[in-house]
DNA sequence: CGTAGTGTTGAGTCAAGTCAATGGTTGTGG
DNA sequence: CCACAACCATTGACTTGACTCAACACTACG
């Protein structure tokens, strides 16, 4: 099921959307050394608390960061898809504050944090694009806080079920906003701040209203602006587009 | 009330904390041209929606970073402390996402968006200490998805006030582990995502288990362990130390 | 000394959680 | 190919943490 092309072909991809880069910045990252490895569902990229080493990026398949109260409550900060690197928000620290783990079967390219510390010190460009993809990474934390903090379990899911939309359709990964949603409803309630029971009624109750239909896992949208409003999604937090700043 | 000292003396210190500058680095923070400004309370520094212009950094004062719903529910996403810049986050998007607005009356170095970048990117050091500062910032974000995901109010109201008295200390604003909480309860019930009567009543909860004492707006805490321990709180997360990686 | 903004308290309601049982799917090994 | 096991989804009955509404008290400042 790998491409015949570059495993680091996503990740140029997924930089390029939000910054530009030159034909031989994108050369250099091909050129990076990694290593390939196939990780299985539950398989950590880093634990809270380990001094990160190398970064991940994800070449198929789905990951989530994440942490836990002392009490074993888990939250999911945040879901990943293919061509994100994993360990931005990581490697610069000394150590890891949150752990990151995969949500399905997928492949991931491992590089050596200090080499691709070196690309972004040598090429300005590369670590524009890395600072861009960090700050909308923030951003969506942001988002996050709001979504837990404030909406009710009817809005928030709607939300995610936006984001994970939004995102899979700026990949490609969508057919006619619908999409394979790769997640239980266990891991769902964890990425709401809610629990399994109360996130399977939630999904029944979108459904009885027919702003989504499901089959198991697949989830589409019938009406997308319905949802979007229902959801309060408005997509600007995901700085879709190029960050080039309107100089004025 | 101004200190005889240079209003960016504080961002340079702050800036320190997590990533070495050399006397050049910090001598060219202090050359940047900037204005001294006022703000009241409630003043904003930038607005969801408007494209970032220029950086405040926070000279004397509180702010906070918020988003809200289309209904208006109001949350609170990070406070901010003198020495902080406020647009790390969006000085290198084209449209903020979020608004940052005064948490009291205070002060404000503003400095032009291209001055900074221009610093960041002629200067290593002082763009690789900017980095830092924007990770650790998202390493709150993501404390505080977690705390109001999946902490009840007690644990969660205990753990914001660990918190800012953690970042308090760390520059030096506490008295013997309390501090002046420059918060109404309805701005506190913003930043945990709960009601200001709950947070009323929390409030005289911790004070009754005698985790915390309060005098007006001053808040103690009798025994740093205990309430640590309530809250549940790590300070892991806040990155206190110097960011420099574990070579090996 | 009056007024506006906060803080405090009580009573009643509701969204979401808990506990517990039942049903469905998928994958695996006999 | 079937049977079992493990995991996941679904549902009902009940509980609870947090919200709502509403009144009242305090404090600071003009």
């Not at 709401?192 to 209203?209: C, F, I, Q, S």
Request: net charge negative.
């Amino acid at each position: 099921m790998t491409s015949t092309n570059h495993p680091l072909d996503l990740l140029v991809r997924n930089l390029e959307l939000r910054a530009r880069l030159s034909q031989e910045d994108r050369d250099a990252i091909l050129a990076l050394p990694y290593t390939l490895r196939t990780l299985d569902h539950l398989t950590y990229t880093i634990r809270e608390g380990d001094p990160p080493r190398e970064c991940a990026v994800l070449v198929s398949g789905f990951a989530y960061r994440q942490k836990t109260t002392q009490d074993g409550a888990r939250q999911i900060i945040a879901l990943h898809l293919p061509g994100d690197a994993l360990d931005f928000q990581n490697m610069y620290l000394k150590v890891s504050d949150h752990s990151v783990q995969m949500l399905t079967r997928g492949e991931v390219a491992i590089i050596a944090r200090e080499e691709l510390q070196e690309l972004a010190q040598a090429r300005p460009a590369i670590g524009h694009a890395i600072l861009i993809k960090t700050l909308v990474e923030a951003s969506i934390f942001r988002e996050w806080v709001l979504n837990v903090g404030r909406r009710k379990a009817r809005e928030r899911m709607a939300h995610v079920l936006c984001e994970l939309g939004s995102r899979m359709d700026a990949l490609g990964l969508t057919q006619e906003h619908g999409y394979e949603l790769p997640m239980t409803q266990e891991e769902l309630a964890d990425a709401l701040g809610l629990t399994p029971v109360h996130v399977n009624r939630t999904l029944k109750l979108l459904e009885a209203e027919g702003l989504i239909m499901r089959t198991r896992r697949s989830i589409r949208f019938p009406d997308w602006e319905r949802i979007r409003e229902a959801a309060d999604f408005n997509e600007r937090y995901l700085h879709l587009d190029l960050q080039v700043p309107s100089s004025s």
